[in-house]
């Protein structure tokens, strides 16, 4: 068994089009789908309509959960400025449909499972821990998470070999010690944002120091798991420039740069 792991698009087709030609190469059986789909202010319409398309097992995020709030209020309440409130003028409502089918989690067979975030919380980060200290200067407000984190978020997902989740847009890895022997827990980063800053819990901020489309490859094998954290080049310096035209500076260069904009 191979397959594609793909999270956290928000919206980057170019990106999105890069990692599928990517995967294409790879020969794997399946791909699948950890969320935060559509939210940003790049391609969202023309993503959803190719991966409708492809009709990949999807699980929602934090992002799609936030965006169909927003889909229930006024127009007139909808900041266009706002990463989910852009994708909210750029949806239709097969587009709205198709997000609201999908489930939070899902089983993909007897080895794997999906989450976004962690089992119960979209917003909590399995695989970093968010500190506080950011605002004084200490550091960027986030470290690895601890194995005990790792294994204290895990809960009742140990009825699974493995278990992907996104979010955080970092590409890790942890092979977490349980009860019963031990859950490989797989981030396979971000396909559409390198970069990003945060206030929660605490303000801090994701930066993986390249403007790379990240994806990852699972195969199972006789002596286990192979995992292929993979980076895949495409013009990002071209959807920096749509992220400054839809006036967003923050994204502009973390699409560039794959470095947060910080304050000088």
Same mark, same amino acid.
């Given at each position: ?19 599928l030609?990517d ?39 934090? %992002?799609?959960?936030? $965006?169909? /709030? &927003?889909?229930?209020?006024? =127009?007139?309440?909808? +900041?266009? #400025?706002?990463?989910? !409130? ?8 097969? %587009?709205?449909?198709? $997000?609201? /089918? &999908?489930?939070?989690?899902? =089983?993909?067979?007897? +080895?794997? #499972?999906?989450?976004? !975030? ?5 917003l ?12 004084q ?13 790792v ?39 971000s ?23 990240r ?50």
């Amino acid at each position: 068994m191979k397959f594609a792991i793909i999270s956290d698009i928000h919206g980057n087709l170019l990106a999105l089009q890069a990692v599928l030609a990517d995967i294409a190469r790879q020969g794997v059986d399946q791909t699948v789908n950890l969320g935060d789909i559509l939210s940003g202010p790049l391609q969202v319409a023309e993503t959803a309509d190719l991966l409708m398309g492809r009709n990949f097992p999807t699980i929602r995020g934090n %992002h799609e959960r936030q $965006l169909l /709030a &927003l889909m229930d209020q006024p =127009a007139a309440q909808i +900041d266009p #400025l706002d990463s989910d !409130g852009y994708a909210a003028t750029q949806v239709s409502q097969a %587009h709205v449909a198709w $997000l609201r /089918a &999908l489930p939070v989690s899902m =089983a993909l067979n007897a +080895d794997v #499972l999906l989450w976004h !975030g962690t089992p119960g919380n979209d917003l909590q980060y399995w695989l970093e821990t968010v500190v506080p200290g950011f605002d004084q200067g200490e550091g960027p407000g986030v470290r690895a998470a601890t194995v005990a984190e790792v294994a204290a978020r895990l809960g009742s997902a140990t009825t699974h070999p493995v278990v992907l989740c996104g979010h955080t847009h970092v590409p890790r890895m942890v092979h977490c010690p349980t009860q019963d022997g031990h859950v490989l827990i797989v981030n396979p980063g971000s396909v559409g944002l390198p970069a990003y800053d945060d206030n929660h819990p605490f303000a801090h901020v994701i930066e993986n120091g390249a403007p790379h489309a990240r994806y990852a490859v699972l195969e199972k094998t006789s002596q286990g798991w192979l995992v292929d954290l993979r980076a895949v080049p495409y013009d990002h310096l071209a959807q920096a420039r749509v992220a400054a035209r839809n006036q967003r500076p923050d994204w502009a260069h973390a699409l560039a740069t794959g470095f947060a904009l910080r304050a000088a």
